[in-house]
């Protein structure tokens, strides 16, 4: 467990890394270009509502921390009822859950996640506001879904997430809200640059057969399944010189224990 001595602001995530894959990065930059070229403006698309590359995350929950609390609060409460938590209650628990995920992992390892499919959050497809890939909501019994879910649920029970809706596992693509004022952009555009030039999305030839559908060109794509071995808790809206998320404090599931 490593913490970055440093002051947190009201909001912190704890997430999966998924951008330490320079393949993934890859596909991810690649999809971008190929989009915004084909996509009229008219659309809503711009460079500056998808994802960069180097932050591409899975969130498993969003947290209101503290590093500094004027009064002492106890290490856990029964429920939700608290809303400012310490930075150190929240690397404890996920510390204290690492022999529980090991345990899953046969020992150690990796968390395999597959990152396919397209999908928005909700709302209209012409009238998108976050796009991603990733498993959604389709639980299953996979060692991912076990893992995912025994963090979120002991989170949960001690009151440091509070959002109450069930877990949708997901690597955000685009989201409008990294525009100032927000709005929406045509998801609709983007499947039809996938339906024109499906190989963007990692759907491969199909020789012979018909072009893809805007149906299939949701369901096909395939940006690869990913092993991921370390979970983090990091400041939400602070960078490094790179761009990319500082983290506060993480276990990785590889190291001895």
């Not at 690649?30 to 590359?53: K, N």
């Not at 199909?206 to 395939?222: H, K, M, S, V």
């Not at 991921?228 to 983290?247: A, C, L, N, P, Q």
Request: charged share 20%; with cysteine; proline share 7%.
């Amino acid at each position: 467990m490593h913490i970055v001595d440093q002051e947190l602001p009201d909001k912190a995530n704890l997430a999966l890394l998924t951008n330490q894959h320079e393949n993934l990065q890859g596909r991810v930059a690649a999809f971008t270009d190929a989009v915004l070229a084909s996509s009229p403006t008219s659309s809503g698309l711009e460079r500056r509502i998808f994802q960069l590359p180097n932050r591409l995350h899975m969130t498993l929950g969003v947290m209101n921390l503290v590093t500094n609390p004027e009064v002492t609060r106890p290490a856990f409460t029964d429920g939700p009822e608290s809303a400012d938590r310490t930075l150190e209650e929240a690397l404890a628990l996920l510390r204290g859950l690492r022999p529980e995920i090991l345990q899953l992992l046969d020992g150690g390892g990796a968390i395999t996640v597959p990152l396919k499919g397209l999908a928005i959050m909700t709302g209209k497809k012409e009238e998108a506001f976050v796009a991603y890939t990733g498993p959604g909501g389709a639980f299953d019994d996979s060692v991912m879904w076990k893992i995912c879910l025994l963090i979120q649920d002991r989170f949960k029970v001690t009151g440091l997430i509070t959002e109450t809706r069930p877990l949708k596992l997901h690597c955000t693509l685009l989201n409008s809200s990294f525009r100032q004022p927000r709005s929406p952009f045509s998801f609709t555009s983007v499947l039809q640059a996938v339906q024109r030039h499906p190989s963007i999305a990692g759907i491969p030839p199909r020789p012979n057969a018909a072009p893809i559908t805007l149906t299939q060109a949701e369901g096909l794509p395939d940006f690869g399944t990913w092993s991921i071995d370390e979970i983090h808790i990091w400041k939400m809206g602070s960078w490094d010189k790179e761009g990319r998320y500082v983290s506060s404090g993480y276990i990785s599931l590889r190291e001895p224990e």
